[in-house]
C-alpha cells in the first residue's frame, strides 16, 4: 500500500507558493504518485487521494500569471510537467487535463470580474472537470448540445440534461458544461460540483484509462446563476485555436508513457532472473537484443518529448501574436494546430510500439497480471483512440495538397 495522504502531504512534501515547473517538490509529488500507480490501475483504485494532493499542491495554477497568484510557467513547461505526469500515473494527467483547457480558455480571455474570481478559485487549488459530450449528437466534437438546457428562474437559471464522457469531473470542484440557452443558442456554465441537483457517475468501463472518472454526469432543476453563464457573444467566447491545448495533452500523456515504458524495461533487464539457453549472453544485461530493444524505447521516449514540445512553443508563439494582428495570429495558430496534429500522429505510434517492446525485454512472464504491464498498451491505446489517427492525418493531407482550413472546434 502507498503511504497515507497525511503523512506525504503535512511532512514529506511541503510546497512553495506559487508552485512553479521548476519547483523541486513537484518531482517530490510525481515520485510519490508513481509509487502507487500500477496498484491503483490493476484494482480500480479511484485517486481521490493523489487529486487531494494535486490540489492542495496548486499544481492547476501553473499557467496562470505570477502576478495573479499563479506559477506563471510557459505552454513548453506546462508540457514538460505534463509528459512527467504522465510517466507518473496517466490517468491522474488525464484527470486534470480538462481542467488545464478550461483555465487556459480563461487566461485568453478579457479579465472580467467572473474571469477573475474563477481564476482566483484555481490559485487556491480547484480543479476544473468538464460535461460537454451528449451521445444524442450524432456528430461528436463539434461543440452541438440537444438536451442540456437552461430554462428561466428569476433572475436565474435551472439547468436539466444529461452528459457523457465527463473526464476528470467526479474529482473536480467546479464544472465547465456546454448548454443550450433559452433562444437555443450555445452557451458555456461553470458550477460548483457540489451543487443540489448534479450527479457525477462513475460508469467509464474502458479497458485503459480506467480511474479518469469519465462518467456520465446529470443535472436536475440544478440552480445556475446569471454571472455563471458566458455566451458566445461575450467577449471570453471560445476562440478557436485554443482547442490545441486539449489535444496536445494527450500526445503529452502518451509521451510520458514511453517514459515510464523505459524505466519498466530498464528494471526487468536488471531483474530477468535467466535467459533462453539459446541466447548469445549468460545474463540479461550484457544481452545485445535486449540492449538494442531497450534502446529503441530510450530514442522513442526522446523522440516524443521533443515532438510534444516543438509543439508547445508553437502555442508560446501564440501567445505574442494577437498584438501582430488578426492576420498573423491566425497564420501562428494555423502553425500551432498542425504542430499538434503532427505529433499526435508520430508520439501515438511510438507509444504504442514501446508499450509492445516491454514484452520483448521481459519475455512471456511478464504477461502476468501481477506485474500490470499491459497497462502501458491500454493507457496509450485509449489516448490515442481519443481522435483517431486517420481523420486526423486525412485533414493535414487535405490541407497539405489543397490548403483546404483544419477544423477548429473540439476533437482536432
Same mark, same amino acid.
Given at each position: 500500500?502507498?503511504?497515507?495522504?497525511?503523512?506525504?502531504?503535512?511532512?514529506?512534501?511541503?510546497?512553495?507558493?506559487?508552485?512553479?515547473?521548476? /519547483?523541486?517538490?513537484?518531482?517530490?509529488?510525481?515520485?510519490? $504518485?508513481? !509509487? =502507487?500507480? #500500477? *496498484?491503483?490501475?490493476?484494482?480500480? @483504485?479511484?485517486?481521490?487521494?493523489?487529486?487531494?494532493?494535486?490540489?492542495?499542491?496548486?499544481?492547476?495554477?501553473?499557467?496562470?500569471?505570477?502576478?495573479?497568484?499563479?506559477?506563471? /510557467?510557459?505552454?513548453?513547461?506546462?508540457?514538460?510537467?505534463? $509528459?512527467? !505526469? =504522465?510517466? #507518473? *500515473?496517466?490517468?491522474?494527467?488525464? @484527470?486534470?487535463?480538462?481542467?488545464?483547457?478550461?483555465?487556459?480558455?480563461?487566461?485568453?480571455?478579457?479579465?472580467?470580474?467572473?474571469?477573475?474570481?474563477?481564476?482566483?478559485?484555481?490559485?487556491?487549488?480547484?480543479?476544473?472537470?468538464?460535461?460537454?459530450?451528449? !451521445?444524442?449528437?450524432?456528430?461528436?466534437?463539434?461543440?452541438?448540445?440537444?438536451?442540456?438546457?437552461?430554462?428561466?428562474?428569476?433572475?436565474?437559471?435551472?439547468?436539466?440534461?444529461?452528459?457523457?464522457?465527463?473526464?476528470?469531473?467526479?474529482?473536480?470542484?467546479?464544472?465547465?458544461?456546454?448548454?443550450?440557452?433559452?433562444?437555443?443558442?450555445?452557451?458555456?456554465?461553470?458550477?460548483?460540483?457540489?451543487?443540489?441537483?448534479?450527479?457525477?457517475?462513475?460508469?467509464?468501463?474502458?479497458?485503459?484509462?480506467?480511474?479518469?472518472?469519465?462518467?456520465?454526469?446529470?443535472?436536475?432543476?440544478?440552480?445556475?446563476?446569471?454571472?455563471?453563464?458566458?455566451?458566445?457573444?461575450?467577449?471570453?467566447?471560445?476562440?478557436?485555436?485554443?482547442?490545441?491545448?486539449?489535444?496536445?495533452?494527450?500526445?503529452?500523456?502518451?509521451?510520458?508513457?514511453?517514459?515510464?515504458?523505459?524505466?519498466?524495461?530498464?528494471?526487468?533487464?536488471?531483474?530477468?532472473?535467466?535467459?533462453?539457453?539459446?541466447?548469445?549472453?549468460?545474463?540479461?544485461?550484457?544481452?545485445?537484443?535486449?540492449?538494442?530493444?531497450?534502446?529503441?524505447?530510450?530514442?522513442?521516449?526522446?523522440?516524443?518529448?521533443?515532438?510534444?514540445?516543438?509543439?508547445?512553443?508553437?502555442?508560446?508563439?501564440?501567445?505574442?501574436?494577437?498584438?501582430?494582428?488578426?492576420?498573423?495570429?491566425?497564420?501562428?495558430?494555423?502553425?500551432?494546430?498542425?504542430?499538434?496534429?503532427?505529433?499526435?500522429?508520430?508520439?501515438?505510434?511510438?507509444?504504442?510500439?514501446?508499450?509492445?517492446?516491454?514484452?520483448?525485454?521481459?519475455?512471456?512472464?511478464?504477461?502476468?497480471?501481477?506485474?500490470?504491464?499491459?497497462?502501458?498498451?491500454?493507457?496509450?491505446?485509449?489516448?490515442?483512440?481519443?481522435?483517431?489517427?486517420?481523420?486526423?492525418?486525412?485533414?493535414?493531407?487535405?490541407?497539405?495538397?489543397?490548403?483546404?482550413?483544419?477544423?477548429?472546434?473540439?476533437?482536432?
Amino acid at each position: 500500500m502507498i503511504k497515507s495522504l497525511e503523512k506525504v502531504s503535512n511532512t514529506t512534501i511541503q510546497f512553495s507558493t506559487p508552485l512553479t515547473a521548476n /519547483s523541486p517538490e513537484l518531482q517530490q509529488l510525481f515520485d510519490f $504518485i508513481a !509509487l =502507487g500507480a #500500477a *496498484d491503483r490501475d490493476r484494482n480500480r @483504485i479511484l485517486p481521490f487521494d493523489v487529486v487531494e494532493l494535486i490540489r492542495r499542491s496548486r499544481l492547476g495554477a501553473l499557467r496562470i500569471p505570477v502576478s495573479e497568484g499563479g506559477g506563471g /510557467s510557459s505552454a513548453r513547461e506546462l508540457f514538460e510537467v505534463v $509528459i512527467r !505526469l =504522465g510517466e #507518473a *500515473d496517466p490517468n491522474v494527467a488525464h @484527470i486534470v487535463r480538462n481542467h488545464f483547457s478550461v483555465t487556459e480558455r480563461i487566461l485568453r480571455s478579457e479579465r472580467s470580474e467572473r474571469n477573475r474570481r474563477w481564476l482566483k478559485a484555481v490559485v487556491d487549488g480547484a480543479i476544473i472537470g468538464l460535461a460537454s459530450t451528449e !451521445l444524442e449528437v450524432k456528430r461528436a466534437g463539434g461543440g452541438a448540445v440537444a438536451n442540456t438546457k437552461l430554462t428561466p428562474d428569476n433572475d436565474g437559471y435551472r439547468l436539466n440534461g444529461t452528459k457523457y464522457y465527463s473526464t476528470g469531473s467526479l474529482y473536480a470542484d467546479l464544472i465547465f458544461v456546454r448548454v443550450l440557452a433559452p433562444d437555443d443558442t450555445i452557451a458555456i456554465a461553470l458550477l460548483p460540483t457540489k451543487r443540489e441537483g448534479i450527479e457525477l457517475v462513475d460508469d467509464w468501463d474502458g479497458f485503459g484509462q480506467r480511474l479518469t472518472g469519465t462518467g456520465t454526469t446529470t443535472f436536475t432543476n440544478v440552480r445556475v446563476e446569471a454571472d455563471e453563464v458566458f455566451f458566445e457573444t461575450d467577449t471570453d467566447k471560445d476562440n478557436s485555436p485554443y482547442n490545441i491545448v486539449p489535444q496536445l495533452f494527450l500526445t503529452a500523456i502518451n509521451a510520458g508513457i514511453i517514459r515510464s515504458v523505459l524505466e519498466d524495461a530498464k528494471k526487468l533487464v536488471h531483474t530477468r532472473p535467466r535467459t533462453f539457453y539459446h541466447a548469445v549472453a549468460e545474463q540479461a544485461v550484457d544481452d545485445p537484443l535486449l540492449q538494442q530493444t531497450v534502446g529503441q524505447i530510450a530514442a522513442n521516449a526522446f523522440a516524443a518529448e521533443a515532438i510534444v514540445l516543438q509543439a508547445a512553443d508553437a502555442l508560446d508563439r501564440l501567445d505574442g501574436a494577437r498584438s501582430e494582428g488578426e492576420e498573423f495570429e491566425t497564420a501562428v495558430a494555423l502553425a500551432a494546430s498542425l504542430s499538434a496534429a503532427k505529433a499526435k500522429l508520430i508520439v501515438d505510434d511510438l507509444s504504442l510500439r514501446s508499450a509492445t517492446l516491454l514484452f520483448e525485454v521481459g519475455g512471456a512472464s511478464t504477461t502476468k497480471q501481477s506485474y500490470n504491464f499491459d497497462r502501458h498498451w491500454r493507457n496509450a491505446r485509449t489516448l490515442a483512440s481519443h481522435n483517431p489517427s486517420h481523420f486526423k492525418a486525412r485533414a493535414i493531407g487535405d490541407y497539405e495538397i489543397n490548403g483546404t482550413p483544419l477544423p477548429q472546434r473540439g476533437f482536432f
